[in-house]
Nanobody
Framework: QVQLVESGGGLVQAGGSLRLSCAASTSVFSIITMAWYRQAPGKQRELVAWITGGGSTNYADSVKGRFTISRDNAKNTVYLQMNSLKPGDTAVYYC???????????WGQGTQVTVSS
């Protein structure tokens, strides 16, 4: 069973930056689309950004221009660089394999991001 391990979250002031990492235990990492999702308190989990095996990226409108998704296939790791953070970005962030707009694997523990005003 694939395991996803997210890290890098924390408490940051508005305008600050964080870099999240997600390691996936899978032999097919280099050819699959990986995505970051987030879930704020009382809200549904939402798709934030995704990156294809070829390196093409897409972002939710709410984070476009502030967040950057990247990957290191040699390390089976996907990253999310988050700049100009806002209190509205406060959430637990998760990564997953994305297929046709939906997550495919069991969720990891996520990493908490808290942005203070």
């Amino acid at each position: 069973q694939v395991q996803l391990v997210e890290s890098g979250g924390g408490l940051v002031q508005a305008g600050g930056s964080l870099r999240l990492s997600c390691a996936a235990s899978t032999s097919v990492f280099s050819i699959i689309t990986m995505a970051w999702y987030r879930q704020a308190p009382g809200k549904q989990r939402e798709l934030v950004a995704w990156i294809t095996g070829g390196g093409s990226t897409n972002y939710a409108d709410s984070v476009k221009g502030r967040f950057t998704i990247s990957r290191d296939n040699a390390k089976n790791t996907v990253y999310l660089q988050m700049n100009s953070l806002k209190p509205g970005d406060t959430a637990v962030y998760y990564c997953n394999r994305e297929v046709a707009g939906s997550p495919l694997w069991p969720w990891g523990q996520g990493t908490q991001v808290t942005v203070s005003s």
